[in-house]
């Protein structure tokens, strides 16, 4: 039994692991563990039993074996690594490969033509991605993963400013945008606006457009990346900076940046995993998604990962301690793990 220095150093080294590889373009994980049996112990990554893999799912003991290949969103990225990564420890024989394209990069170059076995996605699929999934013969099934406060992100140094309106976030960010901050607001400084937001293959840059945007389409104007790292970093390195993307990577480094209220028209709220639980942060509050193959359901080590997938969705300290996204209810996760069973009978029986 661990103690509780030692839930916190594990819980810590998470949290740093986490933020790492939230802006890394790719990460391999193949189960391994220092000892066999007892409780689901740490390992050199510092990843607990706590809230892991506890043999309950059938799948302890290194009985499954294969590779399982992910692809999709950065947002959805560091909480499929964190899960993946505390089912190979009971699974030392299943190496899973999680590589960050953005949801639309994902679903057109990989999970549509049959090469990966979950797309992951900030954003539901999209009319044209049904569309070349089925002239593939790919058929998916759609599970909720969390939900996401979208965060939009100015330098700590921004001293004048702490929250903006959705007309304004839309201003800055609409495609005939607006160059400078005082024709956002006047009492904001006459400085050229620096804009890092997500690429054009990414869900949060169509959910930004969808919530904020509408017709008025995104500017070209700006540093596209899929890493919130490098969203980080530049936003980080410009007073007069401005940036967007998921929740959790701000929710690891909250020393970085400063995140703006959004006002919706009620006042600003600030995003946070209570306001985003609670429906107040309106109205970049978002559903997370993950899409697995129902060929690939057919392998037991798959059907496994994704059983496990969606038992740790309502996993408090997994999900927004280690992360920092809202949690599933225990409602969702059933009528989840029902849509699951029924894709893993089709894929089998």
């Given amino acids: 039994m661990a103690s509780s220095h030692d839930a916190e150093t594990q819980s810590i080294t998470r949290r740093k692991s986490l933020a790492a590889i939230a802006g890394a373009g790719a990460l391999a994980i193949a189960g391994c563990t220092e000892t066999e049996g007892g409780d689901g112990g740490s390992g050199d990554d510092g990843s607990s039993g706590d809230g892991g893999s ?58 549509c033509v049959g090469e990966t076995d979950f ?28 939900t996401d406060a979208l965060t939009v992100v100015v330098n700590n140094e921004a001293d004048w400013i702490d929250s903006l309106t959705t007309e304004e976030l839309a201003m800055i960010w609409e495609s005939d945008a607006v160059e400078t901050w005082d024709e956002v607001r006047d009492e904001f400084p006459n400085e050229e606006i620096d804009r890092f937001g997500a690429a054009d293959t990414s869900g949060t840059y169509d959910y930004f457009i969808e919530a904020i945007l509408g017709e008025r389409g995104h500017t070209s104007d700006y540093q ?17 900076a401005i940036g967007y993307f998921g929740f959790s990577y701000y929710f690891q480094n909250p020393d970085q940046l400063k995140a703006l209220g959004i006002d919706d028209g009620d006042g600003p709220v600030e995003p ?47 999900v927004a301690g280690d992360v920092g996204y809202v949690p599933a209810t225990d409602e969702i996760q059933e009528e989840q793990m029902q849509i699951l069973e029924d894709g893993i009978e089709q894929a089998q029986g």
């Fill in 54 to 111: 506890s043999g309950d799912d059938g799948s302890s003991g290194g009985s499954l074996s294969g590779s399982i290949n992910i692809a999709g969103s950065s947002t959805v990225f560091p909480l499929m690594s964190a899960i993946a990564e505390d089912f190979a420890a009971d699974n030392p024989d299943v190496q899973i490969d999680i590589s960050s394209t953005g949801s639309g990069g994902g679903f057109a170059n990989f999970f």
């Fill in 119 to 146: 797309n992951n996605a900030s954003r539901p699929i999209k009319e044209e991605e049904k569309e070349l999934c089925a002239e593939n013969g790919v058929e998916y099934i759609e599970l909720i993963a969390a």
């Fill in 224 to 240: 596209a990346t899929e890493q919130d790292n490098t969203i980080a970093q530049g936003v980080a390195g410009s007073e007069y």
């Fill in 272 to 318: 946070s995993l209570e306001t985003a639980s609670s429906g107040e942060y309106t109205p970049l509050s978002r559903p997370l998604f993950t899409y697995p193959s129902v060929e690939s359901l057919g392998n037991e080590h798959v059907a496994e990962f994704a059983r496990y997938f969606v038992e740790q969705t309502t996993n408090e300290d997994l």
